[in-house]
T-cell receptor, first 112, second 113 residues
Framework: DQQVKQNSPSLSVQEGRISILNCDYT??????FLWYKKYPAEGPTFLIS?????DKNEDGRFTVFLNKSAKHLSLHIVPSQPGDSAVYFC???????????FGSGTRLQVQP | NAGVTQTPKFRVLKTGQSMTLLCAQD?????MYWYRQDPGMGLRLIHY???????AKGEVPDGYNVSRLKKQNFLLGLESAAPSQTSVYFC????????????FGSGTRLTVV
C-alpha cells in the first residue's frame, strides 16, 4: 500500500513557465513533508520541506503548498529552467518515526 | 568533505553469488538507511539503523542483511543474489531528527544475471 503517491510519472513544460508537481498521501499521521530532486547517476538531493503547521513554504523559485484536508501537496517551480529537468520525489514522515516514505517520483523535463 | 560515500558504484553478479555494499558517512549522523530504487516504485526502504550496533527492517528487507559496527559505516549484504535484486541502491544518513532530511550517496547500480 503506497502511502505517498505521485500519480504523474512525467511532466514537460516550457522554459520560463510554471511547473507544478503533485503528491498525495494516505497516512494522516504524516506531519512533515519533503521534496527531493534527482539527476541521473546521482543521489537525490534535498530541495524544500514543509511542516503540517504551515500551508506554504517558499525558497526562491520553489514553493511547496500543503492541503491537509485533501492530503495533498504540490511543488511549484517558477520560472522553470532547463537545469530543473530531473526526477522529483515527494517524501513524508511523522514525529517519532525514524525514516522517510517516498513517492514513486515525477520526471520533469523543461524544454528550452 | 565527502558526505556519504558508496562503494562500489557498479556491480554485476551471477544468481546465487554474495556481495556487500559499503556506505560511509563523515557527518557524524546518528541514522543511516539503505533504499532501493526501481522504475515506477520510487525509493523503498530496505533496512535502517538509528545508532551503532542497532539495525531495523524497512519495507522490503527480505534477501538482505545489514550491519553497523561503527557509527560511520553501514553495510548491506546480499547472501544469495537473485535477479529481483537488480536495482539501484542508495545509502543515506541523517541527524537524529529526520525532518531535517537525508544526505544521500550517489548510488550503486547492481545487476544480477
Amino acid at each position: 500500500d503506497q502511502q505517498v503517491k505521485q500519480n504523474s510519472p512525467s511532466l514537460s513544460v516550457q522554459e520560463g513557465r510554471i511547473s507544478i508537481l503533485n503528491c498525495d498521501y494516505t497516512n494522516s499521521m504524516f506531519d512533515y513533508f519533503l521534496w527531493y530532486k534527482k539527476y541521473p547517476a546521482e543521489g537525490p538531493t534535498f530541495l524544500i520541506s514543509i511542516s503540517s503547521i504551515k500551508d506554504k513554504n517558499e525558497d526562491g523559485r520553489f514553493t511547496v503548498f500543503l492541503n491537509k484536508s485533501a492530503k495533498h501537496l504540490s511543488l511549484h517551480i517558477v520560472p522553470s529552467q532547463p537545469g530543473d529537468s530531473a526526477v522529483y520525489f515527494c517524501a513524508a514522515s511523522y514525529t517519532g518515526r525514524r525514516a522517510l516514505t517516498f513517492g514513486s517520483g515525477t520526471r520533469l523535463q523543461v524544454q528550452p | 568533505n565527502a558526505g556519504v560515500t558508496q562503494t562500489p558504484k557498479f556491480r554485476v553478479l551471477k544468481t546465487g553469488q554474495s556481495m556487500t555494499l559499503l556506505c560511509a558517512q563523515d557527518m557524524n549522523h546518528e541514522y543511516m538507511y539503505w533504499y532501493r530504487q526501481d522504475p515506477g516504485m520510487g525509493l523503498r526502504l530496505i533496512h535502517y539503523s538509528v545508532g551503532e550496533g542497532t539495525t531495523a527492517k524497512g519495507e522490503v528487507p527480505d534477501g538482505y542483511n545489514v550491519s553497523r559496527l561503527k557509527k560511520q559505516n553501514f553495510l548491506l549484504g546480499l547472501e544469495s543474489a537473485a535477479p529481483s535484486q537488480t536495482s539501484v541502491y542508495f545509502c543515506a544518513s541523517s541527524p537524529r531528527t529526520v525532518s531535517y532530511g537525508y544526505t544521500f550517496g550517489s548510488g550503486t547500480r547492481l545487476t544480477v544475471v
